[in-house]
């Protein structure tokens, strides 16, 4: 199953936020004809920069992970003129539970208590 990639945008001369996606990777990809997440993101900056330039880019987190077997990994969160965009990733329902599920044969305690009180009411 694909892992598409996400970008949150918290634009806060708006004070809105929104996500854009999905994107079929999430780095920098020669050999794909899709935009990447990391492309789109280095396109918004660099049309904030032409009618912003005085705009500082902070970076508040910049992880960029080169794999040639399974693909480049992006962790990204970088603000410029109060825009900002966070990458991130959905998981699949399919794999993903909120806890792990474990699979017991014992009664909870609640079963049990009225399972004795049953017993003594015969």
Not at 11 to 39: L, R, W
Request: a negative charge; hydrophobic letters at 30%.
């Amino acid at each position: 199953m694909k892992n598409h990639c996400y970008i949150r945008v918290y634009d806060g001369n708006a004070n809105k936020i929104y996500d854009v996606g999905p994107f079929d990777y999430s780095g920098n990809e020669p050999f794909f004809q899709t935009e990447s997440a990391i492309n789109w993101i280095y396109k918004q900056i660099g049309i904030i920069k032409t009618k912003y330039p005085d705009s500082p880019l902070i970076k508040h987190k910049w992880c960029y992970v080169k794999d040639d077997f399974s693909g480049s990994k992006v962790d990204i969160r970088v603000e410029i003129n109060n825009i900002m965009f966070e990458t991130f990733n959905l998981l699949s329902p399919e794999t993903h539970n909120v806890i792990d599920e474990q699979t017991t044969y014992e009664y909870p305690d609640w079963v049990k208590t009225e399972n004795d009180n049953a017993n003594e009411n015969t």
